[in-house]
Antibody
Framework: EVQLVESGGGLVKPGGSLRLSCAASGFTFRSYTMNWVRQAPGKGLEWVSSINSGSSYIYYAGSVKGRFTISRDNAKNSLYLQMNSLRAEDTAVYYC???????????????????WGQGTLVTVSS | QSVLTQPPSASGTPGQRVTISCSGSSSNIGDNTVNWYQQLPGTAPKLLIYSNNQRPSGVPDRFSGSKSGTSASLAISGLQSEDEADYYCAAWDDSLNGYVFGTGTKVTVL
C-alpha cells in the first residue's frame, strides 16, 4: 500500500524558516516524480513544487520561487521542502503527492497526483 | 489568482446528473490533459479523473470527464449523498511552467 506521511509543520514567525519532510513507503520511491501541494485555511488547492525521480527537473510556483527549495533523498525514500522567508500567506496545510503518468518518459504535463499524504499544517504568525 | 475557472457551487437531488465546468486557456487546457480531484470535508484530495477522461481503479463510472478546446467538464450521474465534496480541475500550464488548479466547486446534494 502506498503511504505518504508528512511532518515538520508548526508555528513559525514571519521571515522564519521551516523544513517539511514526506516519508514514502509501499512503492519504489526513486522511480516517481514527487510534488508539494498546499491549501490555505478555507481556500482551494495550490500546487507548490515538483521534482522528478532523478532531481534533474524541478519546478516551482511563482509564489514560492526563490524562497522554497524542493529536494529528495532516494536512499531514504524521503521528499523535503525547505521553506525560507516565510510569509503569513504561506499558512496552509502542505500535502506531498506522488506524480503518476501513463508515459514511460518523464513529461511534466502528463503527470497527475494519484496518491496524497494526510498533510501537515504550517502556520506563519507573530 | 487561479487560471482555471470553475463555478463556486453546484447542486442536485439524489439520482440527478450534475456537471461542473472548468475554463482555461490555450496554455493549459488547450495544450495539456486535464485531471479532476475530489476533496471530502477534512480529508486529502483524491484523484477522480486523469488524462481528460480516464478513471482510476475504484472510481465509480458515475464520474466522467471530457475536454473540448480550452474547457473541460466533470459529470456526476446518479448523484449520491457521499458525492458532497469539493471538486478541482487541474492541468499543466506551459506559460507558467507549472501545474494550476481550478478555483474549486462545492457540490451539495439536496
Amino acid at each position: 500500500e502506498v503511504q505518504l506521511v508528512e511532518s515538520g509543520g508548526g508555528l513559525v514567525k514571519p521571515g522564519g524558516s521551516l523544513r517539511l519532510s514526506c516519508a514514502a513507503s509501499g512503492f519504489t520511491f526513486r522511480s516517481y516524480t514527487m510534488n508539494w501541494v498546499r491549501q490555505a485555511p478555507g481556500k482551494g488547492l495550490e500546487w507548490v513544487s515538483s521534482i522528478n525521480s532523478g532531481s534533474s527537473y524541478i519546478y516551482y510556483a511563482g509564489s514560492v520561487k526563490g524562497r522554497f527549495t524542493i529536494s529528495r533523498d532516494n536512499a531514504k525514500n524521503s521528499l523535503y521542502l525547505q521553506m525560507n522567508s516565510l510569509r503569513a500567506e504561506d499558512t496552509a496545510v502542505y500535502y506531498c503527492a506522488r506524480g503518476d503518468s501513463d508515459s514511460s518518459a518523464y513529461y511534466a504535463p502528463d503527470e497527475y497526483f494519484q496518491h496524497w499524504g494526510q498533510g501537515t499544517l504550517v502556520t506563519v504568525s507573530s | 489568482q487561479s487560471v482555471l475557472t470553475q463555478p463556486p457551487s453546484a447542486s442536485g437531488t439524489p439520482g440527478q446528473r450534475v456537471t461542473i465546468s472548468c475554463s482555461g486557456s490555450s496554455s493549459n487546457i488547450g495544450d495539456n490533459t486535464v485531471n479532476w480531484y475530489q476533496q471530502l470535508p477534512g480529508t486529502a484530495p483524491k484523484l477522480l479523473i486523469y488524462s481528460n477522461n480516464q478513471r482510476p481503479s475504484g472510481v465509480p463510472d458515475r464520474f466522467s470527464g471530457s475536454k473540448s478546446g480550452t474547457s473541460a467538464s466533470l459529470a456526476i450521474s446518479g448523484l449520491q449523498s457521499e458525492d458532497e465534496a469539493d471538486y478541482y480541475c487541474a492541468a499543466w500550464d506551459d506559460s507558467l511552467n507549472g501545474y494550476v488548479f481550478g478555483t474549486g466547486t462545492k457540490v451539495t446534494v439536496l
